[in-house]
């Protein structure tokens, strides 16, 4: 059995649970606090998501993004095996973990957890990233091919979830019409909004 330690709210874990519930895999979600000796045994750097599969233990969201392709999506959209297909992804999963993360994922943890040392710009960070990612998405349907893969997971959480950090998505039609596709997508799961 799959078991996924994580925070309902965080968008890095959200982009693991997508995946999992895409592929139609089952698991068990166990809620971890960041500054538990549970978290830091599995993973010393203190972050989640970490994923056990038999006695694999994976750290970094996009690291088990990869695996989870790789392991169960054999035939799947989801990690393109030629070379281009690939360098897509991966352009996309180092925009997830620099700019998005810097950018509206930043601003968000500043808003709702307010988390000391994010950037102090990012703000304008973000809006650098969603005008790139608007101008993008005008005459595409998906950010690294024809069809979603995981790149457009590992965007998604912290796009949808932008205005938490105070980050509107009006200025940006490509963008919200991306999101709506994600969402349309069989066995997509929500992140759930904080209240």
């Known amino acids: 059995m799959i078991t996924l330690y994580g925070m309902s709210l965080s968008g890095h874990v959200h982009r693991v649970r997508l995946l999992l519930s895409m592929l139609g895999l089952e698991y068990h979600f166990e809620v971890v606090d960041a500054s538990s000796s549970e978290l830091r045994h599995l993973n010393p750097l203190g972050q989640v998501p970490v994923l056990r599969d038999g006695d694999l233990v994976l750290a970094d969201s996009n690291a088990i993004l990869v695996y989870l392709a790789k392991a169960y999506g054999a035939g799947t959209q989801w990690l393109p095996d030629d070379a281009v297909g690939a360098a897509h992804v991966q352009r996309w999963l180092s925009i997830a973990a620099g700019e998005l993360?810097?950018?509206?994922?930043?601003a968000r943890m500043v808003a709702l957890f307010h988390k000391k040392g994010e950037p102090a710009d990012a703000r304008a960070r973000a809006a650098t990233l969603l005008g790139f990612m608007d101008a993008y998405l005008c005459d595409r349907a998906y950010l690294a091919a024809d069809c979603p893969t995981l790149a457009d997971l590992a965007c998604y959480s912290y796009t949808a979830h932008a205005p938490e950090g105070g980050i509107s998505l009006d200025p940006y039609p490509a963008v919200r019409a991306w999101l709506e596709r994600i969402e349309a997508l069989p066995g997509f799961v929500p992140l759930p909004w904080r209240e």
């Open 101 to 106: 993360r810097q950018g509206p994922a930043a």
